[in-house]
Structures are given as C-alpha cells and as structure tokens.
C-alpha cells in the first residue's frame, strides 16, 4: 500500500476554481492513482485517474470532462487535481486512491485501489 496525504480543499464560490495535491510516500510511477469524491448521503464517485507510467492516459467522469484536469509529477511523487468552474454540485469530501503495479486501465471504480487518503474537503457555495 501506499501513504497519501491529501491537501488543498477550501471553501469557494461557484465558478471558482481550487487545486488539489495528494502526496505520496514512495514512487508513484507504476501505479494507477486517482481521484474520488463523496458527498453527504451519495456513494464515492471516481473523478479522475491517470497512469502513472504513461501520464498521458487519464480518464475523467462525464460530470467533470471539460472542468477537471488531473496530473501526476512523478519526481515530486504528487497527484494533482485541478478543478475549474466549480458549482455546488462538486461539494464533497476527495479522496486520493492508488494501486500500485502496471496500470493497465486507469479506473473510476473503488475497488481498483488499495490506498487510500483521509480526504479533503471541498465546499462549494452558490
């Protein structure tokens, strides 16, 4: 498994934009790592993923194509999160996941990751 800690959660209005960081302890480059979500009362939802081999394959829900772009600096092992024209719909708890291993597919689904962060939280105001 693989420590991570997430950092970067705030409090904006709609339409702003916030950037998360997730750090990890150890090397990020053959992994899948990914960013998830949880609001009050809703199951976890895959945001982003990204391979952390071949850092140009990602992978983005539908509901933030467009708005989210996530990244992965494997010298500085850190995830990123970069989150544009935020509404109150995007209001949740995100959680970094990572699976270590060659990353054949960059999932959306929790059940492809071993590691886990202890969140950050993100509130959007309209």
């Known amino acids: 498994q693989v420590p991570l800690v997430e950092s970067g959660g705030d409090s904006v209005q709609a339409g702003g934009s916030l950037s998360l960081s997730c750090r990890a302890s150890?090397?990020?480059?053959?992994?899948?790592m990914a960013w998830f979500r949880q609001a009050p009362g809703k199951e976890r939802e895959g945001v982003a993923s990204?391979?952390?081999?071949?850092?140009?394959?990602?992978r983005y829900a539908d509901s933030v194509k467009g708005r989210f772009t996530i990244t992965l600096d494997n010298a500085k092992q850190t995830l990123y999160l970069q989150m544009n024209n935020l509404s109150p719909e995007d209001t949740a708890l995100y959680y970094c996941?990572?699976?270590?291993?060659?990353?054949?597919?960059?999932?959306?689904?929790?059940?492809?990751?071993?590691?886990w962060g202890h969140g950050t939280q993100v509130t959007v105001s309209s």
């Open positions: 996941a990572a699976k270590r291993g060659i990353c054949w597919l960059p999932s959306l689904s929790a059940s492809a990751y071993d590691s």
């Open positions: 150890g090397s990020t480059y053959r992994a899948c």
């Open positions: 990204i391979d952390g081999e071949e850092i140009g394959r990602t």
